[in-house]
């Protein structure tokens, strides 16, 4: 079946250490997002990515780093200098990113807590 | 993006319609309305969109008002299942990118 894949489910960071979220889709999409949940809050657009090689600053994206080395991988860094990360973090895809009527896939998401 | 206005939360009995409000005054001609919702610790689930028709699927209708400024979900026959987070979202163009902001929703509990 067709989706998108995050990995790890649930993710634990020390202090000053980075950690790479995983988001792998296979639906043939060019569009890629992250958001970031808060308890009880609404997403938040981190980054997000519209074709390889390329990307763009969200709404929150300092402390984060992106790449898209291939069309059907968006992995996601929380640095050491992010120093909230504690939160759950939702990858996305659409068919291109650039048209009003596009559905917004969404993968399972990952959990990550600061020990 | 235009900017969208839920009550944050509602009750439902079992089996009884579900009518979930949206205000969106602020839209524009080519913003489409969609609606998600979210079942905790979940991704979102796409439920439905519209542009200005009224529109109807296997999960929900969606009714848009005339002047576009509002808009209500309906679940014809709600069951427990459906108690979650439900996101009325306006997408629009910035640039060459549309993107999807998301506000704090409507938290529907169905009871029985």
């Known amino acids: 079946d067709g989706g998108i894949t995050q990995s790890p489910k649930y993710l634990f960071r020390k202090e000053g250490q980075n950690v790479t979220l995983s988001c792998e889709q296979n639906?043939?999409?060019?569009?890629m997002y992250w958001y970031r949940q808060d308890p009880g809050q609404g997403l938040r657009l981190i980054y997000y990515?519209?074709?390889?090689?390329?990307?763009q600053k969200g709404d929150i994206a300092e402390g984060y780093s992106v790449s898209r080395e291939k069309k059907e991988s968006f992995p996601l860094t929380v640095t050491s200098a992010q120093k909230n990360p504690t939160a759950f973090y939702l990858c996305?895809?659409?068919?291109?990113?650039?048209?009003?009527?596009?559905?917004?896939?969404f993968g399972s998401g990952t959990q990550l807590s600061v020990l | 993006d235009a900017k969208t206005t839920q009550p944050p939360s509602m009750d439902c009995a079992e089996g009884r319609a579900a009518n979930l409000p949206c205000n969106h005054s602020?839209?524009?001609?080519?913003?489409?309305v969609y609606w998600y919702r979210q079942i905790h610790s979940q991704g979102p689930q796409y439920i439905i969109h519209?542009?200005?028709n009224n529109e109807t699927n296997e999960m929900a209708s969606l009714i848009i008002t005339e002047d576009r400024k509002s808009s209500t979900l309906i679940l014809p026959h709600a069951t427990l299942r459906d108690t979650a987070v439900y996101y009325c979202?306006?997408?629009?163009?910035?640039?060459?990118?549309?993107?999807?902001?998301f506000g704090t929703g409507t938290r529907l509990q169905v009871t029985l």
């Open positions: 996305a895809s659409t068919t291109t990113g650039r048209a009003t009527n596009e559905k917004l896939f």
């Open positions: 639906l043939n999409h060019d569009a």
């Open positions: 990515s519209q074709i390889v090689n390329d990307f």
């Open positions: 602020t839209i524009s001609g080519n913003e489409y």
């Open positions: 519209g542009l200005k």
């Open positions: 979202i306006v997408r629009s163009n910035t640039g060459t990118a549309s993107k999807l902001t």
